[in-house]
């Protein structure tokens, strides 16, 4: 379920859009200039913006600007302004999408849809855990204990950055195996605590974050 600010200075679009975000199950805010925007962005917690162009007090591209300075929330802008030069300076001033008025709400949510989905998509790419002491980056594959680079065994490697994903989570034996091995794996919990333990070794100072759950399996407490 998204959250989405609802941005603009007309009540018949902003009632439009509100009502077409609850049949999807979003819930949303709404705000009738860009002032007002950039103080929800600041100090709520929405998941995408719908920003229009034109509006008093602050237009929606100086908005666009300002929450660019300190959010990268996905933001669309709708504008009846739709000359291939306004929609390149939307894009350049970090709009993620442009929607041209009048617009059709149903394709409003599906372009609501396909954005989040980019943006979920990115987020988990680009993820790097760190926590000072140890730094996973799950897309260039890289461990590093103290600020030094560790290497592991592919094996080792999985099974460290699935229970960094799930950190704080009790993990059963058959939990771990099935994810990391897979569901057509005929071995036993014995292949699992030999990799826990050659993973602790490789992880030095940084092993007393896999914790044992005696009788149950194990958690990464990081």
């Known amino acids: 379920m998204y959250k989405v600010l609802i941005v603009d200075d ?22 009738g200039d860009g002032l007002e925007a950039i103080e929800k962005v600041r100090n709520e917690d929405y998941d995408i913006v719908c920003m229009d162009v034109m509006m008093p007090e602050l237009d929606g591209f100086s908005a666009v600007r300002e929450i660019r300075k300190f959010s990268n929330i996905p933001i669309i802008m709708l504008s009846a302004r739709t000359e291939t030069y306004d929609k390149i300076h939307g894009f350049e001033i970090g709009a993620d999408d442009y929607i041209g008025k009048p617009f059709s709400p149903k394709e409003l949510m599906l372009r609501i849809n396909a954005v989040m989905s980019r943006a979920n998509m990115q987020k988990s790419v680009s993820e790097v855990f760190d926590n000072g002491r140890l730094r996973v980056d799950f897309t260039a594959r890289i461990v590093s204990v103290g600020g030094n680079a560790v290497d592991l065994s592919p094996k080792e490697y999985e099974l460290l950055f699935f229970m960094v994903k799930n950190r704080g989570i009790a993990l059963s034996r058959e939990k771990l195996l099935n994810e990391v091995w897979g569901y057509d794996f005929y071995g036993d919990d014995r292949t699992l605590d030999t990799h826990i333990k050659l993973l602790r070794k490789s992880l030095g100072d940084c092993a007393e974050y896999i914790v044992t759950l005696r009788g149950m399996g194990y958690r990464f407490d990081g």
């Not at 007309?10 to 705000?31: F, H, M, N, P």
């Open 10 to 31: 007309e009540q018949g679009i902003r009632d439009l859009v509100s009502k077409y975000c609850s049949l999807e199950g979003y819930t949303y805010g709404v705000a």
